[in-house]
Structures are given as structure tokens and as C-alpha cells.
């Protein structure tokens, strides 16, 4: 409450998912406590970079790993990690070595925005996207028309954000990939299965901190040797401007372990924490609730709303609910047919009645 009242700042009702432009989530005491010690402590740096690496690794059972500074940084370093192939003069020299090998295969419906866009994130790593099939299809077959001796790799972005129809799997682009030698990286932000892209094949992995693992800002590169060492070299070239603190290095170690140890909210949880969100939600007029399943098939439940009013629209009631002293916020993705998605994994019970009289308030009056 200090912070808000000392920067002038609004509260926040997080009723959105773990999204960037709320701050994502919150890290527990356990991940604090390990920040403020690592943020109070030197280290070899090339050393704690590595040393956390082999020890995620294990955990996760997989070669190797390396600590970065966000999904987003884990893309675009990936992306120079396979061009540059271990090339120290590619490191210093990223735009201008003569490497010719930059092209990235991806599904054409992979290449999406999540607050920038695939595209951009690769670009910054050298790399020149190549898209596969169709906006709305994917087939093995398309992918490899795609491959020839400019591949660097293959691109597969596992997301809500994707087109998930006539998709070919992670699996099937492991196949491909490995049939032409070239390394598959999975951009697996926000999936909360650590153990299963790695399992299909996939030579990298990444993994945002702060989504599913509530780490602090980070993101987790997981997969096999040579490409990590190759991606960390990259903190001695475009790596430098991604840097990534020592409390936040911690912080995402401890959020793991946390993680591995808890798992994320079940399910069930929420499927019985949302029932009297959603029947509250049924009493008041204009309004028709039911649980949903999250469309890529993540075991995520939230309120889905419809909104049968002709005074006031989706829209006009989304803009409705961040005004006010607390600002609530929801997934917008369906306002234009008339829905508003409640994703309640941040969102406690008391909360929950502050959305629910505040509902009231906007379609009654
Ligand atoms: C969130 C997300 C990212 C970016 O993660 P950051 O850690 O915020 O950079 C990348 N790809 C997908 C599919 C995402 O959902």
C-alpha cells in the first residue's frame, strides 16, 4: 500500500492471467528472502551463470540449462546461439560475420504477437523468420518445403496464442528437425510442463520465470549441449543488453524448486473456487456465467461472461472495471463476441466479492 500511496499508483485486481502489463505475478517469501541474499553477495558471474544452469538441468533432467532474462531474451539468444554455432567472432560481430545460415522455419500461426511480436524477437537474434503453411494449417510436409541449406532451425511458439487447428505437433517438428540435423527450439513462455517439449524431442526449451513458476523476471533456457553453452556465449555479445541480475538468477532458482516442489494451483481448486464466483456472477441481471477450460487445453479454469444487455456492451463493461480506485482487470481476448474471461489463479475470495459487487453496480446501477 506504500508504494501506491507514495507514487500516486492504482491497486490492482488481477483477474487477467499472469500478464506483463500487470506485473505478471507475485513471488512468494521463500523467492524475496533468496533475492535479497543473492542481491546482498558477490559472485563470479560466468560461474553463478553456469553453476545454476547445471543444477536446474538436473532438476528438470535434461543436459543443460542457462538463466536468462526473459522469454523474450531466450528467443532472440537461441536464435544467435544456432546461427553463430559456437563462433566467438560471430558473438562480437552478430550482423556482420558472413554466416548465410539465418533462415527460421516456423508454423505461419505461430508467428504471433504476445506483446511483441515472434518475428521481432528473432530478428534481434539475426535470425530471418521462414513461415510454413497457412495462417490456419501446418502439416509436417509444409515444414520441410520450408528447409534448405540457409535453416539455422526450426521455431515452434506452444501457446493460447498459436493456432492450435491443423496444427502438427511438437513431436512431429522434433522429427523433422533432427531428419535434417537442424535444432528444434520450443518457446514454451507460459506452459507449466517443464518436463514434457524436452520429452518430445525438442532441443531447447523456454520457459518464462514469472508466468507459470512466479519466478522474478526471468526465463529459463532449458536442453541439450552444445546449443546452451552456444546461447551463453551470447551474454559476451547481444546477450549484454538482456543482462540479467544475480537476486533474479536466485530468485528464478528458488521459484523452480518451489514449483517442482508445490506445482501450480490444481485444477480442482479452481474449478471449486469458481463456483461461487460464478453462481454470484448468474444472480445479477444481463449477465450469463459458466466455467471454462482454457482453449489450449492448460488445466486452467476460469468465469466465462456473457454480457445480454443492449444498455451496455463487453466492451463498455471491461472499460467500466479499471475505473475506480481499484482497477479490475480481465481477459479481453472475447470482448467482441460479447464475453469477458475471469482468470481467478491470482485472484483471492475477498476479491472475488469485490468483482461481484462491482458487476452489480455496472449492469444494475
Ligand atoms: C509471455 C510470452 C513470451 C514472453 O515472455 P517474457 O518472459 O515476458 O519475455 C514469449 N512467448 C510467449 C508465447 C508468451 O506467452
Not at 134 to 151: D, G, H, K, L, S
Not at 177 to 193: K, N, Q
Not at 311 to 333: C, F, N, P
Amino acid at each position: 500500500m506504500k508504494l501506491q500511496e507514495k507514487l500516486n499508483l492504482k491497486s490492482v485486481i488481477n483477474a487477467s492471467g499472469k500478464m506483463t502489463i500487470l506485473g505478471v505475478s507475485k513471488v512468494s517469501d521463500g523467492v524475496a528472502l533468496a533475492q535479497k541474499e543473492a542481491g546482498q553477495t558477490f559472485f563470479e558471474m560466468a560461474d553463478l551463470v553456469k553453476k545454476t544452469g547445471l543444477y536446474i538441468a538436473e532438476l528438470l533432467e535434461v543436459e543443460n540449462a542457462t538463466v536468462v532474462s526473459s522469454a523474450s531474451a531466450g528467443i532472440a539468444l537461441s536464435i544467435a546461439g544456432v546461427i553463430g554455432q559456437g563462433s566467438s567472432y560471430h558473438v562480437t560481430h552478430p550482423s556482420t560475420s558472413k554466416i548465410k545460415r539465418r533462415e527460421i522455419v516456423l508454423p505461419k500461426g505461430h508467428n504471433v504477437n504476445y506483446g511483441t511480436g515472434v518475428e521481432v524477437m528473432v530478428g534481434l537474434g539475426g535470425g530471418q523468420i521462414v513461415e510454413a503453411g497457412w495462417a490456419n494449417e501446418c502439416t509436417p510436409e509444409q515444414v520441410e518445403m520450408e528447409i534448405n541449406e540457409n535453416t539455422a532451425a526450426l521455431l515452434y511458439i506452444k501457446s493460447h496464442h498459436s493456432v492450435q487447428k491443423s496444427m502438427l505437433t511438437v513431436s512431429e517438428m522434433a522429427d523433422i528437425a533432427h531428419e535434417y540435423d537442424l535444432p528444434l527450439i520450443v518457446d514454451a513462455a507460459a506452459e507449466e510442463d517443464l518436463f514434457a517439449f524436452t520429452k518430445m524431442g525438442a532441443d531447447i526449451v523456454i520457459y518464462s520465470g514469472a508466468k507459470a513458476l512466479e519466478a522474478p523476471s526471468s526465463a529459463l533456457v532449458i536442453g541439450k549441449n552444445p546449443y546452451i553453452p552456444w546461447i551463453q556465449m551470447q551474454n559476451y555479445g547481444i546477450g549484454r543488453a538482456m543482462k540479467i541480475g544475480k537476486d533474479n538468477i536466485i530468485g528464478a532458482v528458488t521459484a523452480l524448486e518451489e514449483y517442482l516442489e508445490n506445482g501450480s494451483e490444481s485444477g480442482e481448486s479452481m474449478v471449486g473456487r469458481l463456483a461461487p464466483f460464478v453462481q454470484a456472477l448468474n444472480e445479477i441481471s444481463g449477465l450469463v456465467a459458466k466455467q471454462v477450460q482454457d482453449s489450449a487445453g492448460r488445466e486452467i479454469y476460469r468465469a466465462s461472461l456473457q454480457v445480454l444487455s443492449d444498455k451496455i456492451s463487453a466492451k463498455e463493461v471491461i472499460a467500466r472495471l479499471k475505473q475506480g480506485d481499484v482497477a479490475i482487470y480481465t481477459r479481453e481476448y472475447q470482448a467482441n463476441n460479447g464475453i469477458i474471461e475471469f482468470d481467478i489463479r491470482m485472484v483471492n475470495k475477498e476479491e472475488m466479492k469485490r468483482i461481484v459487487e462491482k458487476m452489480r453496480e455496472i449492469m444494475e446501477g
